[in-house]
């Protein structure tokens, strides 16, 4: 632990990536810093502290984090012993899709039989692989649903950050959010795996085509990835010695996903922000209804995807270890926030 763990009960640690979450809009409307204020604590944005605090998104080694994001680093750190718990889990689809160039034959999955795929290299360690991971996912859904394997691709390795960083609005430049367009323009891949609205602006900026459009499966298996389900987690220690400050994040988290659900053009505005894309690539990666399904749970179906992404993640290599996922889960605080809005009068989701 580092030493700035020492004074982290002063501070309410909060990450999260830029993607549609209930907790984002929490923050934005500022219903986060309130809880904290309410607490005696300051609240603090992981990504604007600083390249020292920086990697705690990945190994959520910070004993007063709330981290919401990508379910890849987070099973990552939990499989290499962060002590962490799991208190809610978020699905929201955002746009996958298999690209190819605008003059390729493929136009569905049966067609990616022998095509060379991009698959991003290994980052700096597991947990920061993610776009290797969603890659090798999303490809894999593709071709099952072609009644293919991964064993009918031929993968080609394309550049990755081997450090990445999770910016805010306030970071300079934008995040990379695509993998392997310069290899699939230059003709050194077939196809490649994108997701979200900045990949939708990549898309029709270079012409791309939708090869596999994985929204369009009704099988939420098909769909699991890094963001579905997307986890809610927080360090131990936290929850053990501040359980009101988890509880009141999750309560203010439930809020603002009520709030979110009459409100799809505020929604919108802080998405086009959070993803560094502008309106038009927004509402084509969620669509106009995806703003009423914020809520996090921890229902039972949820849980079964979300350990599907484990073992998927386990048999390539993208986990330390295996672990028994209910073990990792905290019921408590979310029910406890539930509780708490309807004691207020505002019941969540």
Not at 34 to 43: C, E, I, P, R, Y
Not at 232 to 255: D, K, N, S, W, Y
Not at 308 to 329: C, E
Request: contains cysteine.
């Amino acid at each position: 632990m580092t030493a700035v763990a020492d004074t982290v009960l002063d501070t309410l640690w909060y990450t999260r990536c830029p993607v549609p979450t209930a907790s984002g809009l929490a923050h934005s409307l500022g219903w986060l810093g309130d809880t904290a204020a309410d607490a005696g604590v300051g609240l603090g944005v992981l990504q604007d502290a600083g390249p020292e605090l920086a990697p705690r998104h990945f190994d959520h080694q910070l004993l007063g984090l709330i981290r919401e994001g990508g379910n890849v680093p987070a099973l990552a750190a939990r499989a290499e012993g962060s002590p962490t718990r799991l208190i809610g889990l978020t699905w929201i689809d955002e746009a996958q899709a298999i690209l190819v160039a605008p003059d390729s034959p493929a136009s569905g999955p049966a067609d990616l039989a022998g095509l060379r795929i991009a698959v991003p290299a290994w980052a700096q360690d597991r947990a920061r692989s993610f776009p290797r991971a969603m890659a090798l996912h999303g490809f894999a859904s593709a071709l099952r649903l072609g009644g293919l394997t991964l064993a009918d691709v031929r993968p080609v390795e394309v550049e990755v950050e081997r450090n990445p960083q999770v910016r805010t609005e306030a970071s300079s430049g934008r995040r990379v959010t695509t993998w392997g367009v310069d290899a699939l323009l230059a003709g050194d891949v077939d196809a490649i795996y994108v997701k979200g609205a900045r990949a939708q602006e990549v898309a029709r900026e270079h012409g791309l085509r939708v090869a596999v459009d994985l929204d369009a499966t009704e099988s939420k298996r098909l769909r699991v990835n890094n963001g579905t389900p997307r986890p809610i987690t927080v360090h131990a220690e936290l929850l053990e010695t501040r359980p009101e400050l988890v509880v009141g994040f999750l309560a203010q988290t439930l809020r603002a996903a009520d709030w979110a659900a009459d409100n799809l053009d505020e929604v919108r505005a802080v998405l086009a922000r959070e993803t560094f894309s502008g309106a038009a690539g927004v509402e084509a990666a969620y669509g106009d209804s995806f703003h009423r399904g914020l809520h996090p749970t921890l229902s039972a179906d949820r849980l079964e995807l979300l350990d599907i992404q484990k073992q998927f993640l386990y048999t390539h290599g993208f986990l330390a270890a295996d672990f028994d996922l209910a073990s990792w889960v905290a019921p408590e605080p979310l029910e406890q926030a539930k509780a708490l809005l309807t004691a207020d009068g505002k019941v969540g989701s």
